[in-house]
């Protein structure tokens, strides 16, 4: 059995001082519940002082940066300390690898509410992405299959960008810059990565279906075919739209300010 790299003795103790206020035991469905009175709160406190949608910003630093260490450890420590492979040992009913792996779905459902009212406000791909992602996490946070999806919340990290893409203070040279950063960690993590972890796990699953059985009801499966290719339909939808703002940008037809994916 391979040993534990640094790295991974690193994250896993500062995952060992969130075990240590019980969160392997915590009620997910509290975790939510929690979530969404602290992003709510949050919203009606600070709203979008300067130009910032707060409560999707600190939501997207903790799950897409949970996601990004719960996929290093499935990387790099799930067979020293397990002696399988991630995604195979949670298909085969092993438990989430640790507790973060466990409650950052949990998170996300909470935070589904904010995404469901700014999609009033945004339009109807963003009301259909709130209203998925509270559906999707909900099944999994409720089958206890929490463990499966955290990876797929990776596509989180551009939405940090995304965030404070128009806030107040930004000069029109630190616009340009985040703007160029938030499509490159788009098609990274949207485009590129969340599809091929997509496709990693409904693979797994596949080939381990009669294993997975015997801890988890066989709809899941299917769950996470159709909500998979929901969101990546919907990523490719607003990567298109970005495609047509750059070219817009760079032929001028459109000034530096970015403006809303629903806008065309």
């Known amino acids: 059995m391979s040993e534990l790299n640094y790295t991974s003795k690193v994250l896993l103790s500062a995952i060992a001082h969130l075990d ?26 600070i709203g979008h002082k300067y130009n910032i949608d707060w409560d999707a910003f600190v939501h997207a630093i903790i ?14 420590a799930a067979v020293a300390m397990n002696g399988i492979s991630e995604p195979l ?3 085969q009913c092993n438990g989430p690898l640790t507790s973060l792996h466990r409650i950052i779905p949990a998170i996300t459902q909470g935070y589904a509410i904010c995404d469901i009212i700014n999609g009033f406000r945004l339009g109807p ?8 992602t509270f559906t999707v996490a909900a099944i999994f946070n409720e089958v206890g299959g929490s463990h499966l999806i955290t990876p797929l ?8 960008v995304l965030a404070v ?6 000069t029109p040279t630190h616009q340009l810059i ?20 997509h496709y990693d796990l409904v693979s797994t699953m596949y080939e381990m279906n009669h294993k997975m059985e015997e801890c988890f009801p066989k709809y899941i499966f299917y769950v996470l075919v159709v909500f998979g290719i929901f969101f990546n339909g919907l990523n490719l939808f607003w990567f298109i739209k970005l495609i047509k703002k750059v070219k817009r940008k760079l032929t001028k037809e459109e000034d530096m300010e970015m403006k809303d994916l629903n806008e065309e």
Request: charged letters at 5%.
């Open 178 to 197: 985040t703007q160029a950063s938030f499509f490159l960690l788009f098609v990274i993590t949207r485009i590129l990565l969340c599809p091929m972890l």
């Open 63 to 76: 799950s897409g940066f949970g996601s990004a260490v719960c996929i290093y450890l499935n990387m790099y």
């Open 89 to 91: 040992a949670s298909v």
């Open 153 to 160: 919340l990776l596509m989180e990290i551009s939405t940090i």
């Open 165 to 170: 893409l128009r806030s107040s203070f930004f």
């Open 20 to 45: 240590s206020y019980g969160a392997q035991e915590w009620s997910l469905r509290a975790v939510t519940a929690t979530s969404a009175a602290i992003f709510i709160g949050m919203r009606m406190a």
């Open 125 to 132: 791909a963003f009301l259909a992405h709130g209203f998925a």
